[in-house]
């Protein structure tokens, strides 16, 4: 996290998300960590049919909805779409009326819009983490969004 002269009067949370799916699409799954000092709350769901960058978006604006507060926020995801879809490719999608850089829609376009109108109620240092490598945060993410994979099983 960016160190200032002037810390933040608001709470810093840390937050790890993650997003499954069993089949691509299918099934899939959301979770999400939130951590504020010793306190810990746990968030998950999912959909019957979806892809997993679906569940990884998913991930961060449900975490970011379930903040009661302006919040100085340290979002750890193992999405590199997620992580670069908000630091890179974000502010040209919205210029160019949601199409990429070579003119297709952006996919997932209703979620990024979404998500774009969390961001700026909340301070967000965006960091990316290996998956499945023993990050406890990350894997306990993945372990809910396995959960929320799970109750949309057969």
């Not at 952006?106 to 490598?133: F, M």
Request: charged share 25%.
């Amino acid at each position: 996290m960016p160190h200032s002269k002037h810390p933040s009067s608001h709470p810093h949370i840390i937050i790890y998300t993650d997003g499954a799916c069993k089949g691509n699409p299918g099934p899939g799954g959301w979770g999400a960590v939130l951590r504020s000092g010793s306190h810990e709350k746990h968030i998950h769901g999912g959909e019957k049919l979806t892809t997993n960058n679906r569940m990884e978006i998913c991930a961060v604006i449900f975490a970011l909805k379930a903040l009661k507060q302006r919040s100085s926020v340290e979002l750890w995801t193992d999405s590199q779409y997620v992580q670069k879809g908000v630091t890179e490719w974000l502010e040209g999608w919205k210029k160019r009326g949601w199409k990429t850089a070579s003119k297709d829609p952006v996919k997932n376009a209703d979620l990024w819009q979404e998500l774009d109108t969390l961001l700026p109620d909340h301070d967000i240092s965006w960091h990316w983490v290996r998956g499945h490598n023993g990050h406890p945060g990350n894997e306990l993410a993945d372990a809910l969004a396995n959960k929320g994979v799970e109750e949309f099983l057969p």
